[in-house]
């Protein structure tokens, strides 16, 4: 007797019947065009969003560690407010694009790659999703093991009975199951219930990174500590130290712009992300300020730059500041890896099997592959190289936004046919399902920038001067893919594509239908006979 829950058949997702899709091989729930109902994301979700993802611990590590390259805090804080003021331009562009389309990023870009070669982006982001989120599971289980140490200082002393070759202690696997655990739930809720979330994080992890500031001021007045550090670099080397401070601050948050037509779609109204513009400079400086005056106190105090946070707390004497402490880079943490990492992840995994995977689906996935599969403690302790080109994907990163944001403001110019998206002999087929503009622009502005990637993992290797333009791979790749994708797309346009009209998903199923839409509805936009006539 077969188990019901082996047959593949049992998995499959129901086709809604507001699909574009002819069937659930291209298409389910998650990634149809969000309907009315679901658009529930206010300015002030974002606003909490952002101020959520801005209080986690790499913003915090990514400030201070320009202290330790040389740079003074008068040089660092100028490159973190430039960066984040850069990061939102592209952020509020595909963001856009997001509120008026209301697509995940995984569909957006059958538009500008092709159907078939929208998987390359979409698979790259969501393997490095989902490396990152067993790493940022891991740093949260640092912060489970302050907590417990902080409660009983005995745990610090527990007896090791795992063999020293796995990378990890039997405390430290206990911390990360507890911590995988105690995230897991939150990653059962969906993208319109998970903003609430946001808006705790937003509140609380704030005023703790607040105390912290005041604490390092009191310990270490800014006259002895922050204010009194200089450049320790001077000449061409402070300008490549201050662009690689750039680089690495725009690299943190620009890799968003790929994909938050992911988290946009929910918005009520195109407007309401508008606040984006705002709110991210704002948010990332005031927490990468906290990140360097803690830093810089606790060089006067420990006598080196811990630019983790965590390894600061567990110098700290007074127990209930440290479980506190802990417990809101703890929240951060739980925030930042569903929003950045298994969202991302779930909706790439959605894109790739839509007929038995959906968003919840995907980002159970994610914690087992991720979390489990992919075992962080043995990255961390060994794989020097690949955390190396795990923070150089960003060359990567920086075509891809620069290709969507050209294609559909310059190119096109907003008029996209949304339900074409959706089927693979459609419009966006370009050349048997690939834009090869788009390949183009890939090839030419991504080669320059390998030979600092392939260095930046083995520093062995000699590659010249040119490892410089690894240090600015983020600026370099956006704006030469957005030049040459331009002239391309100019010289060569794929005519096939141009609509007169956008054709949007509440031009075809109104929003008032959007829940009761018939299936003879579904067939005529199955069948492509949506047209910008009978739009119009």
């Known amino acids: 007797m077969t188990i019901s829950w082996l047959k593949l058949s049992t998995w499959e997702l129901e086709l809604e019947n507001t699909a574009f899709a002819t069937d659930n091989r291209w298409s389910n729930h998650d990634m149809d065009p969000t309907p009315l109902h679901f658009r529930t994301w206010s300015s002030w979700s974002y606003v909490s969003y952002w101020f959520s993802d801005a209080s986690n611990i790499a913003v915090w590590e990514v400030a201070s560690s320009m202290l330790a390259i040389g740079l003074s805090w008068r040089q660092a804080l100028p490159a973190i407010v430039v960066a984040y003021c850069i990061t939102a331009v592209p952020i509020l562009l595909t963001g856009t694009i997001g509120t008026r389309l209301r697509v995940p990023f995984s569909v957006l870009s059958r538009s500008s790659f092709g159907f078939w070669f929208s998987y390359f982006p ?128 725009l690299s943190l948050y620009c890799g968003y712009a790929v994909n938050i037509a992911d988290f946009t779609r929910y918005a009520t109204h195109e407007r309401a992300q508008y606040s984006q513009a705002i709110i991210i400079p704002v948010a990332f400086t005031l927490c990468s300020f906290a990140g360097l005056a803690v830093t810089s106190a606790g060089i006067v105090l420990y006598g080196s730059a811990l630019w983790d946070p965590l390894q600061l707390i567990n110098h700290w004497d007074n127990r209930a500041a440290a479980f506190f402490a802990s417990f809101a880079f703890l929240l951060t943490t739980i925030g930042t890896n569903i929003s950045a990492n298994a969202l991302v992840a779930a909706n790439d995994l959605t894109v790739c099997f839509p007929k038995y995977i959906n968003i919840r689906r995907g980002q159970v996935i994610c914690a087992l592959v991720g979390g489990w599969a992919f075992c962080p ?115 060569f346009p794929a005519r096939g594509t141009y609509v007169e009209k956008a054709v949007l998903p509440d031009d075809v199923i109104p929003p008032s239908a959007s829940c009761d839409s018939t299936d003879e509805d579904v067939e005529k936009l199955d069948k492509g006979h949506v047209t910008l006539e009978t739009v119009s």
Request: proline letters at 5%; charged letters at 5%; aromatic letters at 16%.
């Open 377 to 491: 403690w043995e990255v961390l302790a060994k794989a020097s190289g690949f955390l190396s080109f795990l923070s150089g994907y960003t060359i990567f990163i920086g075509p891809f936004v620069g290709i969507m944001i050209v294609d559909y403001w310059l190119i096109h110019q907003g008029k996209i046919d949304v339900p074409a998206m959706y089927q693979v002999d459609g419009r966006y087929r370009y050349t048997y399902g690939v834009n090869w503009r788009a390949l183009a622009t890939l090839v030419i502005c991504i080669t320059p920038a390998m030979p600092g990637l392939i260095h930046s993992i083995k520093p062995s290797i000699n590659v010249g001067g040119i490892h410089n333009l690894f240090a600015i791979g983020w600026i370099f790749g956006f704006w030469s893919a957005f030049v040459v994708y331009y002239v391309l797309s100019t010289l």
């Open 122 to 249: 979409v698979i790259t982001r969501g393997i490095i999703a989902m490396s990152w989120f067993g790493i940022q599971t891991y740093n949260g289980s640092e912060c489970i093991f302050q907590m417990l140490k902080a409660i009983w200082p005995s745990v610090a002393h527990v007896p090791n009975h795992i063999p020293a070759s796995s990378n990890t202690t039997s405390v430290g696997m206990m911390c990360y199951l507890l911590y995988w655990l105690l995230q897991f739930p939150f990653m059962l809720l969906s993208p319109q219930k998970i903003r609430y979330l946001f808006m705790a994080k937003g509140v609380i992890v704030p005023f703790a990174w607040l105390a912290m500031v005041i604490w390092a001021f009191i310990k270490v007045p800014p006259s002895v500590g922050l204010f009194s550090q200089h450049a320790s670099v001077q000449g061409s080397d402070l300008a490549w130290a201050w662009l690689t401070a750039l680089n690495s601050a």
